[in-house]
């Protein structure tokens, strides 16, 4: 088949604006990582919390000497860890956020992010997008077998 690179590229781009979601689409995206993130991320968050609180309870205690000094080595490794942990969950939701913010941008304008990318960003684009290729034909443009990733229906 003998097709034009310019009407390649241009079908192309008039298939990835076909793709791009609905606002709607792209704020029920947000929320359904929102709730899912905050949801996985909340129990967690507990969970250490109550571990601290009773380290600290634990630290209070009264215990021979000895024994109180192995105890609060293992306690100031076990607290050191556990609020490592909690800043490692904090600063996952100030990531998430930025994945968030990303995401919406490669969602909501596909054929700008393809027009503006390299070569290799361009093949990575079309591997998510259409992970099972796509067909060309001159009567019906773009096709692929399982459709894209993305759908605006």
Avoid: C
């Avoid at 215990?63 to 909690?86: F, P, S, V």
């Avoid at 990318?117 to 998510?128: A, H």
């Amino acid at each position: 088949m003998n097709v034009r690179k310019d009407r390649l590229e241009r079908d192309f781009l008039v298939m990835l604006h076909h793709l791009t979601p609905t606002k709607d689409f792209l704020d029920l995206f947000r929320d359904i990582v929102l709730t899912v993130w905050e949801s996985e991320t909340k129990d967690e968050m507990a969970s250490l919390q109550r571990s601290l609180k009773a380290l600290t309870a634990r630290k209070n205690m009264r215990i021979d000497e000895t024994a109180y000094q192995e105890q609060t080595a293992r306690m100031h490794e076990e607290t050191a860890d556990t609020e490592n942990r909690l800043q490692l969950i904090s600063d996952d939701d100030e990531d998430i956020e930025a994945l968030l913010t990303f995401s919406n941008r490669i969602l909501s304008d596909p054929a700008s992010l393809w027009t503006d990318s390299t070569l290799e960003n361009r093949q990575r684009l079309q591997e998510v997008l259409f992970p099972d290729g796509l067909e060309y034909s001159n009567e019906d443009g773009f096709e692929t077998h399982q459709g894209p990733l993305l759908s605006t229906h």
